[in-house]
Structures are given as C-alpha cells and as structure tokens.
C-alpha cells in the first residue's frame, strides 16, 4: 500500500521561506510512471496546484507561483520536497503531496494517493 | 489556464436521494476530467478518472459521465458518508492543473 507523508514547520514567518518534504512508501518514486505533486487548500477554500517532478528530474509549476517555487525529488530516500519563497499570509494553507498516475499511452493522469496533508501558517 | 465551474456549490440531500453534480471546462479537454471527494479534515480521494472510470474500490453508486466541455458526477443512492465535497480536476492542460471550486453535499 503506497502512502505518502508530509513533514516541515507549521510555522514560517514572512518573507522566509516555507520548505516541506513528503515521504514516500509502499513504492519507490523512481518509477517511471509517476510524477509527483504538490497542491495545497487554504482554510475553507478549493485546491491550488502548485506544481510536480518527474522521476527524470523535470518540473512543471503553476505559473502563478513559478517564480519562487522549487520541487525536487530525493532518490536515495524516497522523497521529494517543495521549496517556496518569499512566503506572505496568503500561502497559509493545508499542503498536501499526490502521486500522480500517467496512465499507459498518455491516456490519463491522475492524483492516486495523497498524504494527510500538513498545515503550514505564515506569521510573524 | 482552464477554467473549472462547478454547479451547484452547495446541496442538501437525503439518504437514499439521487445526486447530480456538474463540471464545465472553459474549454475542450476531451475526457481527461477526474472527480474526488475530501471529507472534512481529510486528504480529497480520487473518485472517477477519465471522466467515467471508476477507480478501484470506490463504490458503484458513483459514476461519471461526459466529454468535451461537460462532465457529471452521480451518485445513484446517496449514504451517509458520501457527505462530503466533491471537486473535479481537468488533467488535459498542464501547467497548470487546475480544480473547480467544490460542490458540498450537505444532509437536508
């Protein structure tokens, strides 16, 4: 069973920056056939896509964040992570990490497992 | 970006009722829209993927339909736990991914 852990600070203050890393078990995210995800959900709001790795090392970002959003993946300890700067009140919210399924010829892609999701609040 | 609405934003249902919840993109994305559920305080679980695959073990009283612009979600018995929002997710335009804004069903 493949589950997906996250983990950093639920505390950032402004203007630093906000790092979280989401464990992987149950399968290894070197697999080809995943990417692997970052979306996040402010307080009683919808969900926000901020961006994925592949196992290859390439990234995709949502173009409103690109600019200060890094993902990266960590073979060695099956783990990839998300870096975000600048931080305002505005990023507090829930993270979540998705594993995301490219079906066989491209035919679909989905979020398959999600982790718990982590609370990550920016004050000073 | 495409945009994702969904209709309606809220409902109050009954055990047992028929639910009917709608997705529209802004544009064409074929069949690549997927529905997930998240229960309060919970991670979203994915649902339906390409917008009428059921994923393995969600129950057969969820199913999807529609192509195109035009997606719904149904669900043919409603249960207690399937109280929740409902959100659809289009996978044909990246960057970016984007959802539409939640439907919450909600007990009358």
């Known amino acids: 069973q493949v589950q997906l852990q996250e983990s950093g600070p639920g505390l950032v203050k402004p203007s630093q920056t906000l790092s979280l890393t989401c464990t992987v078990s149950?399968?290894?995210?070197?697999?080809?056939?995943?990417?692997w995800n970052w979306i996040r959900q402010p307080a009683g709001k919808g969900l926000e896509w901020i961006g994925r790795?592949?196992?290859?090392?390439?990234?995709n970002f949502n173009p409103s964040l690109e600019s200060r959003v890094t993902i990266s993946l960590d073979t060695s300890k099956n783990q990839f992570s998300l870096k975000l700067t600048s931080v305002t009140a505005a990023d507090t919210a829930v993270y979540y990490c998705?594993?995301?399924?490219?079906?066989?010829?491209?035919?679909?892609?989905?979020?398959?497992?999600w982790g718990q999701g982590t609370l990550v609040t920016v004050s000073s | 970006d495409i945009q994702m609405t969904q209709s309606p934003s809220s409902l109050s249902a009954s055990v047992g009722d028929r639910v009917t919840i709608t997705c529209r993109a802004s544009q064409s994305i074929s069949n690549y829209l997927n529905w997930y559920q998240q229960r309060p305080g919970k991670a979203p679980k994915l649902l339906i993927y390409?917008?009428?695959s059921l994923q393995s073990g969600v129950p057969s009283r969820f199913s999807g339909s529609g192509s195109g612009t035009d997606f719904t979600l149904t669900i043919s018995s409603l249960q207690p736990e399937d109280f929740a929002t409902y959100y659809c997710q289009q996978s044909y335009s990246n960057p970016p991914y984007t959802f539409g804004q939640g439907t919450k069903v909600e007990i009358k």
């Open positions: 390409s917008a009428s």
């Open positions: 790795s592949y196992t290859s090392g390439s990234t």
């Open positions: 998705a594993r995301e399924l490219r079906r066989a010829g491209a035919t679909a892609y989905y979020f398959d497992y």
């Open positions: 149950g399968g290894s995210i070197s697999s080809g056939s995943y990417y």
